[in-house]
């Protein structure tokens, strides 16, 4: 069956430390590949996403992520940390071709500790 | 960028009533709505996709009698949870997609959280 998986449910990182949030997916081809921000009271917010070509993406607020097509991986990750990233993230695939339905994993919250 | 609303943020109601909650996209037209449910702490489940001027289609389990769709214009699509139970409280996000590209970002409300008593 087709599935998003991010095996960490709860990060706390230091204020100023690097991030990498960990997004695995089981599909037959490769999918569309995004990553979301959800702060409360805020909608989802697209951080970055992979569609074809350089497997490193840069994004918004100074994310990047990696395909890694080896793995069946697109970690999401960030060089230094800062208090306002606190939120909730999450990894989501859209098959190609499939109606732009989105698949979400079930996050990964991130505390930012100063 | 493209900014969807939702109305209301909040709502609280009686078991056994019917609420709506009303999903628009501010600044451009929206061939497609989707409609999420997100239980706390848990990811968005997808419920159903709307398109202007056409029937709903509804995900797997999802009962299209419990959960009225209407996407009566480009800006505007309506979720109607009829007969509310308790076990009908969540979080409900609304998304939109511009027309126009073969493949197209969503973008998201801020969601509506229903609190069945």
């Known amino acids: 069956a087709q599935s998003v998986t991010q095996p960490d449910i709860h990060i706390t990182v230091s204020e100023g430390a690097s991030l990498e949030l960990r997004c695995n997916y089981s599909?037959?081809?490769?999918?569309?590949l995004f990553w979301y921000v959800q702060s409360p009271g805020q909608g989802l917010q697209l951080l970055l996403k992979y569609f074809s070509g350089d497997t490193l993406v840069q994004g918004i607020k100074g994310f990047e992520a990696e395909f890694k097509r080896s793995q069946s991986s697109f970690n999401l990750r960030k060089p230094s940390v800062h208090w306002s990233d606190a939120a909730e993230y999450f990894c989501?695939?859209?098959?190609?071709?499939?109606?732009?339905?989105?698949?979400f994993g079930t996050g990964t919250q991130l505390k930012v500790e100063l | 960028g493209a900014v969807v609303s939702q109305h209301p943020s909040r709502v609280i109601c009686k078991s056994g009533t019917s609420v709506k909650i009303e999903c628009r996209s501010l600044d451009f037209q929206a061939t497609t709505m989707f409609w999420y449910r997100q239980f706390p702490k848990q990811s968005l489940m997808l419920m159903a996709t709307?398109?202007?001027?056409?029937?709903?289609?509804?995900e797997q389990g999802v009962e299209k009698d419990k959960f009225l769709i209407n996407h009566a214009s480009l800006t505007l699509s309506t979720l109607t949870v009829t007969s509310a139970h308790p076990e009908d409280s969540s979080f409900y996000i609304c998304?939109?997609?511009?027309?126009?590209?073969?493949?197209?970002?969503?973008?998201f409300g801020p969601g509506t959280r229903l609190t069945v008593l």
């Open positions: 998304s939109a997609i511009p027309g126009g590209a073969f493949y197209n970002e969503q973008f």
């Open positions: 599909y037959g081809a490769t999918p569309y």
């Open positions: 709307s398109n202007e001027g056409s029937k709903a289609t509804y």
């Open positions: 989501a695939v859209a098959e190609r071709g499939g109606g732009n339905k989105l698949t």
